[in-house]
DNA sequence: CTGAAAGCGCTTACAG
DNA sequence: CTGAAAGCGCTTACAG
């Protein structure tokens, strides 16, 4: 490993002292920095020479880090998808911020102490994409680090943003609605109606179906994903008066759809079907699943912004952050041209 | 915000020399360290008012991060499940090291210059997930950095990490030959057999198929999304004799199976199907579709696995690692009990 | 416009 | 076992 280019050393070479170059390089639009042709010279050298500043030493001096951390825990308890990943880190990068992830040991508890981050101080604010409401030691952990920190997946007043789980669900409400369909359905396997966001969209359908003075019905229940097919089938033999089903999880629409496929249920005439992806999945139907797709890019674009507004203005807090669905339309709602 | 606890406060408070709090509490085993009473004392104190040491004085002073790079360009043009995350995660702390996410600008050649990884030296090292094949002029960047360089994704001879993709198309194809099918097709609708990846499961195939003295055929084409239902339906009129399919993705398997339940054929007595999943979408059909697995939370622990290891031996570069498939059989292959 | 000083927090020799 | 010194690379006042 060669020995790493400094300040000084582009100093000595140009012959100055150390802070001209500091002034030079980073100063920013001070205009007091040096005259035209020293300012090329130092330029040229570091150029040439293939000069990088230190962080650390950056760091230490300013007491900033240009760096956002991300507290990751177990791979269930927490939503990061490869887009909103993409999405943060170029809204980050746009201030030149990087993000640093922090892994928590277990689940609940110990989460934030086993981590790096609470022994050293490494960064200017925290992202926690967690889904699971956080427990009581990990907001007084948090709070004691004295940085600003952002909710994903979350539905509080301040500092956090969410996925308008309601407005999706409403949203595919009205498009049966307007397609014709009125023996609307809601179908949730996944458990018991439980989640938050669940309840979110049975919100939102709720308030749709008022909005139509219509009716609908909800069909809540837990079954493991080897069981769904036998309960689809009993859901198709029970319950025909079923015109549209909204169906929580694209998985458990994609055997709606199959299962209505093997029964020569026509769709969408005989059974309308519509469910919740994150645009990847909706097309690899036949016919398409419609869809209200998670925007998962903006939603990382989002969560940066959120952050550097945050940086920019310590000390106040920003109002919860709602993004929007996107419909979707495919042949399982509608009958293709 | 509050001033935050430094190693001098605590040792003004214990009345010591600040070297000393720092070997006690950052010494690791070194015996002569302080005597118990007031290594105890410091302990004490440390806890009480919550000392947290301040990484960029460490960094600066023993020129080392204890952090690793992950370079992320376009969402296209990398591959990092939140699995494969959460597992890098987890082996990377293992060592009390963190993972620093670095946005590249733009896809191509700019793509490092941009960042801020080479303009303020901050990682140890760099682990690259990119699918496509890097530019020469990131790679020669990528040598400037004189620090440790990892690929994901990419079958190079050392240094890398790859999924077994010929491994697993053999494991499927062995499957197949074993449940009795004669007649087998790999069918590729996603770029006509271009991609790397699909290029070594067809070598996996051309194995197994040799290995066990029997024939194959190959479907290679490049069909949009929307064009795949009408190709399947095509392809299931011409290719009467195909028993068994391997498909290259589980989307377009999905639409096989999809549209032989919709023409009445039996699934798997007619026409058996088996593709290549995450594992989290092959048991969102009925029947399951029987998948080789990608192991992507061990792809993750490995890739960390093997950054650490060539950080304790910088010079040394390591061999390329390779990652099998796991199969999961589905009633897509194998009539159910 | 430019230079000398001081210090961010930490740890590694070194001397007692 | 303990303390005083020195310095990692950088930037911010301050004085010329």
Redesign the pocket.
Known sequence: MK?????????KEV?????????????GKS?????????EQIKEVAAKRG?????????????TFKSVGILIGHADNFLLSQLTLAGLAEGLAEKEYTATLFHAKGQSDSALLDSRLIT?KLTDALIIPYIRKPSRRLISELKSLHIPVIWMNRRSRHDALHMNEAGAAEMLFNHLIEQGYRDIGFVDYSGNGEDTHTQERIIGIEKAAENHGVGFSLHLDRIARADRPAAVQKFLDTQKNAQALIVNSLSAAQIFLQTAHQRKIRIPQDLAIASFDDGSHFNANTPYITSAIRPDFAFGRSTADMVLRRLEDPGKSLPLRSLDFELQIGGSTREEI
């Open positions: 020995k790493a280019v400094t300040i000084s050393d582009i100093a012959g100055v002292a150390p802070q001209v170059v500091s002034r030079v390089l980073h100063g205009t007091a920095s040096a005259r035209k042709e020293i300012r000069y990088r500043p230190y962080a650390a030493g950056q760091m230490l001096r300013k007491g050293s």
